[in-house]
């Protein structure tokens, strides 16, 4: 893609927290950085997870956990979240991945109904109240995350939203060069054509696996990068319908896209934030979208302005 | 944020005007507007008892108040949370930064409201909780700035837990939900039961949202315990309520005594499954004429009568308007202080005070179901069997972990 | 609590009757699933608009109609809630699951969701969130029977005994009659079925009907035991789902025999160690697919 979008973007992303309120920013960051790992499982790899919420709350509560009660820097909590979500995707995805198609989603929903149990009853969760109360601390333990600067008459927490900022564009980066590496193409191949790639002589599942642990630990990584945003851990985070919400955001945006996720992100958290006042109707809203997109756009927004320009995204 | 130097400009210019001495009010209203966000639950499993109708309390009230205070406009804003602690959160910072919102009220459900708690403790801004239960609120989770107003779990379960083990319920069998609402709604209710010579011969825990409780029912039966405990809320209860009928547990010998019910739940289920129940409320609308006349007047905008929710919310307000009328500023810490100092006594609350912990203490009642034969109308569901003075209701100050409690 | 044996059938009597809701609905998903490939994700929602039909048909048909005093009774609404419900599920797959016929099933899954979003908010907004009782449970069911080891209510044995019924019923009609063998052809080889002049179309379309109409008779069937609230369904579906997952997809016998199992399991787990009842089925639901990964009754390879 045109060098000149990526600098446009980074260059947005640099300005944002001046233009737009810093938390719905980081928020909106979170979930698109939850929603580009999706979508190197379903997009670039074909498999539907219906459980990614597992990682995404998972790693927010271990995060948490690690801040709060151990007494860890901002960077190691989140460092220690983003290895359990990968430990947890490695267990998941061992067995997952010997389903396929709807199978697979089907084991990664249930498997992810036992980490919601599980977050519910451990005794460091707070169960139905969530991890309440997480220190944002001290980033290696000099930059205080706390900090605010006033702007323009504005508060803004500029040190937390940079720090969120460079997070977000590690892990894209990540996802970014995974997808354009020759492990990438493989998995391209995977989506395309299985017995292919098999003949081929691809250790097919080996492959399979290898982006579920990536994927769900990058998905851990913005999860328990919402953790030091909101300094909450929350069981609203590992139910099912944030696993639901991700595959929205995906398929709105355009699936296997790069800048999918990230359109899909914005559109859903910005209803979220901004239809606060229309009650029950939000999930009517959020419903309808889901049924056009999939009648009409199953390639998103971005797939078809990608096809209107008559090139890749 | 202003500096500690303004602030203590503002108390004192406070303290002039609680004096008499009139203070000129027209700058201390901070960017010229007052405004009230009613943050809740509106389209959840509890936007019955709080949601739109809590927003239509607080709007009420703005109204009745003459809608301007110390010569400047009032507003009234309200969003949904979804029941999402991170949306809640980030709804109030962003209230708090860019609306310039001065209070929250409403705040059901706990895991929200502890979220918000913090987020307006940090920025040094007033929440008036009416909706949650918790009593994390007034305890390790309280704040300079924080009012807990109308019920909790503490007084709930130490109200209703007394008044049936004095008139002799021994024995109790706890059907509790498995989260941190039902533990804590089981453990103070115990703590009264057992203290009065009463004894817990069993409970059982049950997921959240259970569908089936008859396995449970049962087993609450076959333990022979006079007193069946629901320590959960809603759905959960009403389905409880409703099955027990159904195995014909709770009519003979053994009776069922639900630990926090709305009129809503009693509403739902019908008079003639709920009858003979014992709860305890923070209020109920047909309590005297003054809640009579609030309540008709709510009745005629949101049709429903208030819960306690709705009606606390309502009160919390008025008395958050009169505060700043009083001190001639909505600067946060002298409101505060003026709340503190005030004497609340409204058609919600009698002899209501704000504690240092942010605990409104009022009195709490006992409440029973009527029989069907005895109702008179299609909200005429409850009678008011005790009156509990506040401060044998709530936590004492001495049992506190509140860090404003000095000890 | 010692397990005794009154305790032990009491529970397994509990466990039953849970069981043949579980047994009903994942039938519904199993023969949705068989034919058309779909993940029927709005069965849940389709669930709680049947017990809804029966509700509303009993408070508010008659007002609407003019005539105060009409209440569509509880026999009339076991017929009406599937006839509307069914009706629905007709149109719905004629216009919209249709044209996704020949994309990823994926899609269908997706597209259901959306919808059980929008049914289920739908009635949020306007309806009591707590729940509304259905008070037309007929007279004939009330009161209990002794079964000797405890007083179990008329209403939920013959719950359990209708919905036995209707099971196997569809099971022989499937498995054993010529209907049913075009069916499972059309599952097979569409294309060898339309040549021997049965309209397959149209068969998907009324099977869809069933299959959905099947979640409204359940939840007719429910909503005098439970309270009927917009989100009766979607905190049913997810355990329904491990249901027909461990039964093996698209397997008849296998999701009706495996609803009733778990019931029972379920039943056992709320006296043994009651806070796990809700997980337990996602538990064995684990067991199964390491051991047998096409589920207990699955013939896949």
């Known amino acids: 893609m045109n060098r000149y979008v990526w600098i446009l973007l980074f260059v947005l992303g640099l300005v944002a927290p001046f233009v737009v309120y810093p938390v719905f920013m980081m928020k909106l960051l979170c979930f698109a950085l939850f ?13 539907l997870s219906f459980g990614h919420a597992a990682f995404f709350g998972g790693a927010s509560y271990i995060t948490g956990h ?12 989140i460092l220690g979240g983003t290895l359990f979500a990968a430990l947890l995707g490695y267990l998941v995805g061992s067995l997952a991945i010997r389903r396929q198609g709807i199978y697979f989603a089907m084991v990664t929903l249930a498997l992810a109904q036992i980490v919601y149990f599980i977050a519910l009853k451990a005794p460091f969760t707070g169960g139905e109240d969530g991890l309440q109360g997480i220190p944002r601390g001290f980033l290696f333990g000099l930059i205080d995350l706390n900090r605010v600067h006033v702007v323009g008459g504005k508060p803004l927490a500029l040190n937390l939203y940079y720090f969120v900022f460079a997070v977000f564009c590690l892990g894209f980066w990540i996802i970014y060069r ?15 054509n299985e017995p292919r790639a098999v003949s081929l002589g691809y250790k097919v599942d080996r492959f399979k696996l290898m982006a579920f642990v990536i994927s769900s630990a990058i998905a851990g990584l913005a999860g328990a990068t919402k953790a030091l945003v909101f300094q909450l851990a929350s069981l609203t985070d590992v139910s099912w319908h944030t696993s ?9 945006g355009g699936v296997g896209t790069v800048l999918g996720p990230l359109a899909g992100a914005f559109t859903v958290v910005t209803l979220q934030s901004e239809l606060t006042s229309v009650g029950a109707w939000i999930t009517v809203i959020i419903g309808g979208i889901f049924v056009i997109c999939v009648l009409l756009f199953r390639r998103g927004f971005v797939g078809e302005l990608g096809r209107l320009l008559k090139r890749s995204l | 944020m202003k500096t500690s130097f303004t602030r203590a400009t503002l108390l004192l210019a406070a303290l002039v005007g609680t004096s008499g001495m009139a203070a000129a009010p027209t700058e201390k209203i901070s960017d010229g507007v007052v405004k009230i966000g009613v943050l809740t639950d509106m389209s959840g499993p509890y936007s019955t008892l709080g949601g739109k109708g809590t ?25 949904d949370h979804q029941n999402k602690a991170d949306i809640a959160s980030a709804k109030a910072g962003e209230w708090f930064d860019n609306e310039k919102v001065d209070m929250i009220t409403g705040l059901l459900n706990s895991g929200c409201a502890l979220a918000v708690q913090k987020v307006a403790g940090d920025k040094h801004r007033i929440t008036m909780n009416t909706g949650a239960a918790s009593t994390d609120l007034t305890n390790k989770a309280s704040t300079p700035y924080s009012i807990h107003y109308v019920y909790d779990t503490y007084a709930l379960g130490k109200v209703t837990g007394q008044a049936v083990v004095q008139t002799g319920g021994k024995s109790w069998f706890f059907i509790t939900a498995d989260y941190a609402f039902g533990q804590s709604l089981e453990g103070n209710t115990t703590k009264f039961v057992t203290a009065l010579g009463g004894k817990v011969v069993g409970s059982v825990r049950h997921p959240l949202a259970t569908a089936d409780f008859s396995s449970y029912l049962l087993q609450a039966q076959s333990s022979g315990a006079q007193i069946i405990g629901l320590a ?9 309520i409703k099955q027990a009928r159904e195995f014909g547990i709770g009519q003979k010998g053994q009776k069922l005594v639900g630990l926090l019910i709305f009129d809503t739940d009693i509403k739902s289920l019908g008079l003639n499954v709920a009858q003979g129940m014992q709860f305890t409320s923070g209020f109920y609308w047909d309590r005297d004429d003054a809640s009579r006349a609030f309540a008709k007047k709510f009745f005629a905008i949101h049709k429903a009568m208030p819960t306690m929710d709705q009606a606390g919310a309502y009160s919390a307000t008025m008395n958050y308007l009169k505060a700043i009328k009083a001190v001639g500023t909505d600067d946060p810490d002298a409101v505060m202080a003026k709340l503190k100092a005030m004497d609340i006594s409204d058609f919600f609350a009698v002899h209501g005070k704000i504690r240092v912990d942010g605990r409104m203490v009022h009195d709490m009642y006992l409440m029973e179901v009527k029989k069907p034969s005895e109702s008179k109308g299609e909200w005429d569901l409850l009678r008011i069997v005790k009156t509990v003075p506040g401060d044998e209701a709530f936590m004492p100050l001495s049992e506190s972990t509140s860090p404003l409690v000095k000890k | 609590m010692e397990l005794s044996f009154q305790t032990v059938m009491s529970q397994v009597m509990l466990g039953l009757n849970n069981g043949v809701f579980y047994a009903i609905l994942s039938l519904g998903l199993a023969v949705i699933f068989g034919l058309l490939n779909i993940v029927n994700f709005v069965h849940g929602a389709l669930y709680m608009l049947g017990a809804y039909v029966a509700l509303l048909g009993y408070t508010m048909l008659g007002p609407l109609l003019g005539k105060p005093d009409f209440h569509l009774n509880y026999w009339a609404a076991l017929i009406v809630a599937p ?12 216009t919209m699951l249709r044209r996704l016929r020949k994309f990823d099933h994926l899609y269908g899954l997706l597209l259901t969701f959306g919808l059980a979003l929008i049914i289920q908010g739908v009635f949020t907004n306007y309806f009591n969130v707590s729940g509304d009782a259905y008070e037309a449970k007929p007279e004939a069911l009330n009161g209990a029977v002794n079964l000797g080891f405890m007083m179990f209510p008329k209403y939920r044995l013959w719950v359990i005994a209708i919905s036995l019924l209707v099971c196997f019923a569809t099971w022989f009609v499937i498995e054993r009659t010529k209907l049913g063998s075009y069916l499972r052809a059309g599952t097979e080889n569409p294309e060898l079925v339309k040549a021997f002049g049965v309209n397959v179309p149209l068969m998907i379309t009324l099977t869809y009907g069933y299959g959905v109409a099947l979640a409204a008779f359940a939840g007719v069937l429910a909503a005098p035991i439970y309270s009927v609230s917009p989100v009766m369904g979607s905190e049913m579906i997810i355990t329904v789902f491990a249901v027909v997952v461990i039964g093996g997809m698209g397997s008849i016998m296998g999701s009706i025999v495996t609803g009733l199992l778990l019931g029972m399991v379920e039943g056992f787990t709320k006296v043994v160690y009651a806070p796990a009842s809700s997980t337990v089925i996602f538990l064995i639901m684990v067991i199964v697919l390491l051991v047998k990964p096409a589920g207990l009754f699955g013939r896949e390879s």
Do not use: C
């Not at chain 2, 959960?232 to 409880?240: V, Y």
């Open chain 1, 35 to 47: 929603a580009l790992a999706f979508n190197l499982l379903l997009g670039y790899t074909g498999l």
């Open chain 1, 66 to 77: 690690l801040i709060r009660n151990s007494g860890l820097t901002p960077e190691l909590g």
């Open chain 1, 178 to 192: 995974t997808i354009h590496s020759p492990f990438g193409q493989v998995l391209k191949g995977l989506r395309e």
């Open chain 1, 244 to 252: 639901g919400e991700v595959v929205l955001m995906t398929l709105l």
């Open chain 2, 55 to 79: 927003q239509v309390a607080v709007e009420m009230a703005v109204k009745d108040f003459g809608g301007t205070v110390l010569g400047k406009p009032i507003r009234v804003i309200g969003a």
């Open chain 2, 232 to 240: 959960n809320a809603g759905t959960d209860t009403t389905n409880a």
């Open chain 3, 83 to 94: 006839l509307v419900v069914g009706l629905l599920g007709v149109g719905v797959e004629r």
